[in-house]
């Protein structure tokens, strides 16, 4: 039996990278996926790939009314809905904090928050009725800067900080019959991109020289992941079956970034 039959989910940011990875592995275990994305070319391509399996939504997170729709289509096309992946996220490509001045930091920090932080309480908000009417789940993507400085600026490591406190009060307030979970992944390689507000709206994470490298280095395990390194701990996360007992959980997929230790260790 596949992890997820049957199952009714909602992605925002599922048309690329983590999202889309985590879309093509739910509908892998059976599942229907409504995908909330920017793109109509991301919404083709993913018809393309997946047909019916899938209800393509077109808006921003940043707008309740395109929250609400995306949840009213996944009822309407598949009558419930059981696991909301609020994902859909920008980068601020780690300008230092004193190269930005005031009005900059200003401007930037309502854009960021709006997508990366507003963007997952509206669509949490938007899901309440369903999840509560399947007893489902929520799993939002946050980040190793959830924990760690240093894998973005100080706009980003802020954000996926304030996430933590989200996973924790929506646990809190939404049990016994929603669970809150969330999965962390470290240094992936996506097209993550940047802010309109400091001109990087063009600029993608993995066109940034020398980033797998980097991520290689830093982390234990010795490489930079794929999208799809994420997408089983989403499943986990999203089984009700599998993880019955567990809310308030993040799940790092972090090639050990806990462990990265002072000096060094590793042989060959
Ligand atoms: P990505 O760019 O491939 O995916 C992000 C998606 O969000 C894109 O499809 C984009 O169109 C969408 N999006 C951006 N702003 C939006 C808006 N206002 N409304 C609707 N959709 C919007 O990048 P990704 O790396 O897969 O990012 C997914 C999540 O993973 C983000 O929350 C990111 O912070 C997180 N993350 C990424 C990494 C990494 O190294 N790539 C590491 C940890 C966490």
């Given at each position: 039996m596949q992890a997820l039959q049957d199952y009714a989910a909602l992605v925002t940011?599922?048309?690329?990278g983590i999202g889309r990875a985590v879309v093509d592995r739910f509908v892998a275990e059976g599942a229907r996926v409504g995908v909330l994305v920017r793109a109509g070319a991301d919404a083709d391509d993913l018809i393309a790939a997946h047909g019916d399996a899938v209800a393509p939504v077109i808006g921003d997170v940043r707008s309740w009314d395109d929250n609400l729709r995306a949840v009213e289509t996944v009822v309407d096309r598949f009558g419930k809905l059981d696991v909301l992946v609020p994902n859909a996220g920008v980068y601020d490509?780690?300008?230092?904090?004193?190269?930005?001045?005031g009005p900059e930091l200003a401007e930037r920090f309502d854009e960021l928050m709006a997508v990366n932080v507003k963007g997952y309480l509206l669509a949490a908000r938007a899901a309440l009725e369903p999840l509560r009417a399947s007893r489902g789940a929520i799993v939002f993507t946050l980040s190793s800067s959830s924990f760690h400085?240093?894998?973005?600026?100080v706009l980003y490591v802020t954000a996926k900080h304030a996430l933590v406190g989200t996973v924790r009060q929506l646990a809190f307030e939404l049990a016994p019959e929603i669970r809150v979970n969330a999965v962390a992944p470290g240094g992936t390689r996506t097209g993550l991109g940047g802010l309109a507000s400091a001109g990087a709206?063009?600029?993608r994470l993995d066109a940034v020289d020398g980033f797998d490298r980097m991520v290689a280095k830093t982390v234990p395990l010795g490489f930079l992941s794929e999208?799809?390194?994420?997408a089983a701990a989403y499943v986990l996360l999203a089984s009700r079956e599998a993880?019955?007992?567990?809310?308030?959980v993040i799940l790092p997929s972090d090639g050990g970034l806990e462990v990265r230790g002072g000096g060094r260790r590793r042989r060959g």
């Amino acid at each position: 039996m596949q992890a997820l039959q049957d199952y009714a989910a909602l992605v925002t940011g599922g048309g690329k990278g983590i999202g889309r990875a985590v879309v093509d592995r739910f509908v892998a275990e059976g599942a229907r996926v409504g995908v909330l994305v920017r793109a109509g070319a991301d919404a083709d391509d993913l018809i393309a790939a997946h047909g019916d399996a899938v209800a393509p939504v077109i808006g921003d997170v940043r707008s309740w009314d395109d929250n609400l729709r995306a949840v009213e289509t996944v009822v309407d096309r598949f009558g419930k809905l059981d696991v909301l992946v609020p994902n859909a996220g920008v980068y601020d490509f780690s300008v230092p904090f004193e190269d930005q001045t005031g009005p900059e930091l200003a401007e930037r920090f309502d854009e960021l928050m709006a997508v990366n932080v507003k963007g997952y309480l509206l669509a949490a908000r938007a899901a309440l009725e369903p999840l509560r009417a399947s007893r489902g789940a929520i799993v939002f993507t946050l980040s190793s800067s959830s924990f760690h400085a240093g894998g973005g600026g100080v706009l980003y490591v802020t954000a996926k900080h304030a996430l933590v406190g989200t996973v924790r009060q929506l646990a809190f307030e939404l049990a016994p019959e929603i669970r809150v979970n969330a999965v962390a992944p470290g240094g992936t390689r996506t097209g993550l991109g940047g802010l309109a507000s400091a001109g990087a709206e063009a600029t993608r994470l993995d066109a940034v020289d020398g980033f797998d490298r980097m991520v290689a280095k830093t982390v234990p395990l010795g490489f930079l992941s794929e999208p799809d390194d994420h997408a089983a701990a989403y499943v986990l996360l999203a089984s009700r079956e599998a993880a019955r007992f567990m809310t308030a959980v993040i799940l790092p997929s972090d090639g050990g970034l806990e462990v990265r230790g002072g000096g060094r260790r590793r042989r060959g």
